[in-house]
């Protein structure tokens, strides 16, 4: 498609975001936008220890406040059988503390007031007596005898263990590990982090007190899978719960779970006939709100002395917080870690998570991360690298050696996955091209050489994604087959509308998802509107994450406007008198083959069919159609990404000098928003590579409260993106598209981490932990003598 960024395409190709015409001129409406009138403020009360008993609260002088409507606590809750709430990981949640809190952040009592200043005022009025408990903080001490039990609240429990899940073949692993020529072992940690979405989290919950219908406006990436859960929450039948998700500010994982808050939101509003608003503050979104990673890693890699891998071996523990949240399926609680074999031809893997419960916040998955496939490709690539540390090879060569050739896909992992496609040589050929990789080692040997102090460090990795939740193959993982509606109208005049069940935060769905219709029925995206986010106006779906938009609503997008050409071929042949078997389809329009001249263009199909003026009997009016697909498979998007960072030895500062990213969507839609999405995730990865930590003192004291201590990168830290394609379609995919949504984020930290010890190489560190900050590179460094030897091999 040759089009420039300001033209519209008939379909797929480059164009500019339809949302951003609303974006650009601050008319995007989000939940802190919809002011209802009558509408009351909630504010939520919160723990200020990590772990400690509830002995009492007393609300009396903050009910007494002029301006407070209502204080719920975790006693009002009880009465209503709603003091806890399921989680989606087959786990409870305390919505507001009843016996204990069990993190710092948590939610103790729900102030509802005339304004939001009363609120937050009202919450100083609470006197609650509080009995402290000693914390566990540190995962490697949760399971240590005589740790306190955070969980208590479960029948019988005296631990803190939540989960021991194994895959891949032990015996087998084993085997292979016993002939190799060389083990290489690494503990590494992939710190907690945060998603730190620009908007944070809140709803306006609006029940009303005569139809009984209860509206939720919600921060959420997910409507439907949010109603499902508020009418198991408290009760309600579902076709009276409405949930609104309107302009979402970022979400990257962070808004697929429900919060406390939500549902003291609703709780407020039925208590008090009025609707309640509730948002969060920036503290209250970093310390309360769903994490990500937190995965205390051991890896050990074995090869033959030429560099042939044979086997991964793997134990993780996994510090889920003080409730385990957020889609950890229970009988996939480590998600898709399972893929930690990468990109690479192995014989034999196996790895075994134990999950275990601190008093942190609860989560896990959030943060673009395809459920842990971010800890499994942090993992494998990390350990390639010390590897060829090891063996003393070039880590681009060692790739080379073991990457899945072409000719194995469909590709069957040692521990259960079928990769549909890919061309993983082309790749990394096409990044090491791109890139200048023998030049870059030339001018790191000439730099080391030249002792000019600087050290120069180049990092590769290579990924391989899973993404797409959905296939009813998966179905004993997740519990539930996850299928996607789409209905499609076009209106008389050929314009159309589409109604899907995802969710975008940024993503430019208006936009892609309307390409999609136009590439399959020549109508032009500008003349699509697409309707998302309302559970009564759009088809049943389980949104947005795991980048799944594309793979299952795309699919279903592709599929229901083939069916509305399907159902125009029927009109047309009417219209022209002959068999439908005698019609071709050219991108538009129907015309009778043999005969190009003799066409009906899709409107004036889509006028005739709802006018009935050509039609005969027994041909349907209307054009409409709807859809709900079942995705045969996962789609596994693939990249690979090369950087370049000069770090100073005497300040451990690092500055990322050249990024280049080849990526692998299949099929692409909208070349800039994938390049957008690439650029966003990039952006995350050296933030996570380098600054990001979400850290706790040994009280349990949440240290990460604001942007002054959570560090998130800006463009001071990003070099010019260097991006480069490859495509290779999905074989089972509608459209041949594959998710690209959180590639970058899955696959850049390796990239930044292997680069920054490259450089360390010369120093003989074969590892260090993210964040690497300038203090964390300084102290690798230290006592530890300049090996010229190490620096010019
Ligand atoms: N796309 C395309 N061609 C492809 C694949 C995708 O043009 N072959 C387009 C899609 O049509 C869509 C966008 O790229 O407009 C992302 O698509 P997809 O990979 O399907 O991901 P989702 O739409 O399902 O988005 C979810 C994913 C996740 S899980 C996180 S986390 C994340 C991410 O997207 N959060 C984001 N990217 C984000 N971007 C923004 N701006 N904000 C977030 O919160
Ligand atoms: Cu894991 S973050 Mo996204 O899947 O919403």
């Known amino acids: 498609m040759t089009t420039t960024e300001n033209s519209t395409p008939m379909g797929f190709g480059r164009m500019h975001r339809k949302e951003d015409a609303r974006f650009l001129r601050g008319r995007g409406h989000y939940v802190d936008d919809v002011n209802l009138p009558g509408m009351l403020h909630g504010a939520v009360l919160r723990s ?41 990981s087959a786990d409870v949640q305390a919505v507001l503390a009843t016996d204990k809190v069990r993190f710092q952040g948590q939610e103790v009592a729900f102030v509802v007031a005339d304004d939001r200043y009363a609120a937050r005022d009202a919450l100083e009025l609470i006197d609650v007596d509080y009995e402290a408990l000693p914390p566990v903080v540190d995962a490697q001490r949760a399971l240590d005898e005589g740790a306190p039990v955070i969980r208590d609240d479960i029948d019988g429990k005296r631990d803190n263990h939540i989960f021991d899940w194994e895959a891949g073949d032990s015996g087998r692993t084993d085997e292979v590990f016993a002939r190799a020529d060389v083990v290489s072992a690494q503990d590494m940690l992939y710190p907690r982090v945060h998603p730190a979405p620009m908007e944070t989290c809140g709803a306006v919950a609006d029940m009303d007190p005569v139809t009984g219908k209860l509206t939720v406006w919600t921060t959420t990436q997910a409507p439907h899978a ?30 697929v779970g429900i919060y406390p808050g939500y549902v003291c939101a609703v709780v407020g509003s039925i208590v008090t006939g009025k609707p309640v608003k509730w948002m969060e503050d920036r503290s209250e979104n970093l310390m309360s709100t769903s994490f990500a990673r937190d995965y205390h890693m051991h890896g050990e890699i074995a090869a033959s002395s030429d560099g042939k891998i044979l086997g991964v071996r793997v134990k993780v523990l996994a510090d889920h917080g003080a409730f385990n949240g957020t889609a950890q399926p229970t009988k996939f609680p480590a998600g898709f870690f399972s893929v930690f074999t990468g990109s690479y031809d192995i014989e034999a893997a196996h790895c075994a998570v134990t999950g275990v419960y601190t008093n942190k916040a609860p989560g896990g998955v959030a943060y673009a991360c395809s459920f842990r496939i971010t800890e499994a490709v942090y993992l494998i690539e990390r350990l390639v690298d010390v590897l060829a540390f090891d063996l003393g090879m070039d880590p681009g060569e060692l790739r080379m050696r073991n990457l899945l050739q072409p000719e194995q896909f469909p590709y069957q992992s040692k521990t259960g996955w079928e990769y549909d496609s890919g061309d993983y040589p082309r790749a990394l050929t096409r990044a090491m091209e791109i890139a200048g990789y ?33 296939p009813r193959k998966h179905m004993d993982i997740l519990g539930l087959g996850m299928a996607d509606g789409a209905e499609l109208r076009v209106h008389p005049t050929g314009k159309a509308v589409l109604r899907l069940s995802c969710q975008s935060q940024g993503q430019g769905h208006e936009t892609t998802f309307a390409q999609i219709v136009a590439e399959e029925l020549g109508i032009s995206p500008d003349d699509i509107d697409v309707v998302h986010g309302d559970t009564d106006q759009t088809p049943f779906g389980l949104g947005t994450y795991g980048s799944r938009s594309t793979p299952v609503s795309g699919g279903a997008t592709a599929v229901v406007a083939r069916r509305v050409r399907e159902r125009a071929k029927i009109v047309a042949s009417a219209m022209l008198e002959v068999s439908p078997d005698d ?7 129907w015309f009778v083959q043999g005969d190009p001249d003799s066409g009906r263009t899709i409107s004036e199909i889509a006028l005739a069919a709802h006018s009935d003026l050509e039609l005969p009997d027994g041909v349907e009016g209307h054009l409409d159609a709807t859809c709900v697909y079942n995705p045969p498979n996962l789609t596994y998007p693939f990249g690979a990404y090369i950087c370049v960072v000069d770090v100073d030895p005497e300040t451990g500062q690092v500055q990322v000098r050249k990024f280049v990213a080849v990526d692998d969507c299949g099929v692409r839609i909208n070349p800039m928003i994938v390049e957008g999405q690439v650029h966003g995730g990039l952006a995350e990865g050296i933030g996570m590579a380098l600054m990001q930590v979400m850290a706790f003192d040994e009280d349990g004291n949440h240290l990460g409260g604001s942007f002054m201590d959570y560090l998130i990168p800006t463009s001071m830290e990003c070099p010019t993106w260097e991006l480069g394609e490859t495509v290779t379609p999905s074989p089972h995919h509608p459209i041949g598209a ?4 959180e590639s970058a984020t899955v696959g850049s930290p390796a990239a930044v981490v292997n680069a920054v010890l490259d450089a360390l190489k010369p120093y003989g560190v074969r590892h260090a932990d993210m964040p690497l900050t300038p203090a964390a590179v300084w102290r690798a460094l230290q006592n530890r003598p300049l090996r010229t030897d190490l620096a010019i091999t």
């Open 48 to 88: 200020p220890h990590a772990h400690a008993r509830v002995v009492s609260i007393d609300t009396s002088a903050a009910e007494a406040h002029p301006k407070v409507k209502a204080v719920i606590t975790g006693q009002t809750l009880d009465g209503l059988d709603l003091a806890w709430m399921p989680t989606l």
């Open 226 to 255: 949010h109603r499902t859960l508020y009418a198991l929450v408290a009760g309600l039948p579902e076709h009276k719960i409405r949930v609104i998700s309107p302009d979402i500010g970022g979400g990257f994982g962070n808004k």
């Open 438 to 470: 023998p030049e870059l080692r030339e001018e790191q040997k000439q730099r080391a050489l030249a002792g000019d102090g600087t050290l120069m460090g180049i990092g590769i990795s290579f990924f391989t994604e899973a993404v797409g939740a959905g």
């Open 583 to 589: 019609l071709e389809w050219e991108k538009g329009r």
């Open 738 to 741: 594959k998710g690209i949504g």
